[in-house]
């Protein structure tokens, strides 16, 4: 799929779309916990018959707060990428200089309204949700690797984002307005990120041979391996939280947590693997290295 990214064009339209804090989120706006926040082709809770309507619902708010604090660890390790991709380009091209710090500073503007939603969220809901972490620990990880491998991973996320939103979250009426609104806002800047990290990744692949593609390839799945092994950890963190909330005992348990783990699988990994932005990328720079991603996607399904 062909693309016309600059960093001039993307810049401008960041700067148009860019909103303030207080117009997405207020420190004292509460959230209406009588509604889902997350769509089912997300959550998966409306499937789980075991559980009653109001038991659905308190789980399904539990991967909402699961799905913004993922993303709050995820855009930590995105800012010390950007800033460390930025710092050969100071004394290069002007525009993408802006453009790569404006990124920048709306990830961490996110990472702000990501708390700022967690602070709500603590205040409406009876019991507390551990978060794998720390997010300084997890990012190490990740950005030990091959900063392609890493480039990668954050296009994924990027167009994921978007298919999240437009797909599942937009036009879904049955959900709180307000986590409906920040998501909202959190896609229309993301809509400019996927477009600069297409241009970061094309950059970082210039010279590589297919045998570095392979590497990059391994250590991309090595990622994924790494964060798919935190999703299954999430999963019972999050039983644990709907078990002291609804208090009492699971009796399929083992079940549900193997059906919420491939929930998150889907929602963080598979749903980017075939984004066709995402596929059509890769398919450029090496058609081997998308076919191989491309035979494990369905695993993430």
């Known amino acids: 799929m062909f693309h016309d990214f600059n960093y001039e064009a993307t810049l401008a339209s960041s700067l148009r779309a860019q909103w303030q804090l207080d117009e997405v989120l207020r420190e004292d706006q509460e959230l209406d916990f009588t509604l889902n926040f997350m769509p089912e082709s997300l959550a998966r809770t409306a499937a789980l018959t075991s559980l009653s309507t109001a038991e659905q619902r308190i789980l399904n708010q539990i991967s909402a707060h699961q799905y913004l604090s993922i993303f709050g660890v995820v855009e930590e390790f995105i800012l010390p990428f950007l800033m460390d991709h930025a710092r050969p380009a100071l004394h290069g091209d002007d525009w993408r200089v802006r453009a790569l710090l404006n990124f920048a500073s709306e990830e961490a503007k996110h990472i702000h309204l990501f708390k700022r939603f967690h602070q709500a969220f603590v205040r409406g809901f009876p019991v507390e949700c551990r978060i794998i972490g720390p997010s300084e620990a997890i990012g190490a990880e990740v950005l030990k690797h091959d900063p392609l491998a890493v480039g990668l991973l954050i296009l994924a996320i990027e167009w994921m984002t ?140």
Do not use: C
Request: hydrophobic share 40%; aromatic share 8%; proline share 2%.
């Open 162 to 301: 978007q298919a999240h939103y437009l797909g599942s979250i937009r036009d879904d009426s049955q959900l709180d307005p307000l986590f409906k609104s920040l998501l909202r806002h959190h896609w229309m800047e993301e809509a400019q990120h996927a477009k600069l990290d297409t241009l970061i990744v094309e950059a970082l692949a210039e010279g590589r041979t297919e045998e570095d593609f392979d590497r990059v390839i391994d250590e991309f799945l090595e990622i994924g391996g790494f964060l798919d092994n935190g999703f299954k950890v999430q999963a019972g963190f999050n039983l644990d939280a709907l078990e002291t909330a609804i208090g009492r005992k699971l009796e399929d348990r083992e079940a549900i947590e193997a059906q919420q783990h491939q929930a998150a699988r889907w929602t963080y990994i598979g749903s980017g693997l075939v984004h066709e932005r995402f596929t059509s990328t890769l398919e450029q720079l090496s058609p081997k290295a998308a076919a191989r991603l491309a035979e494990v996607a369905p695993l993430f399904a």
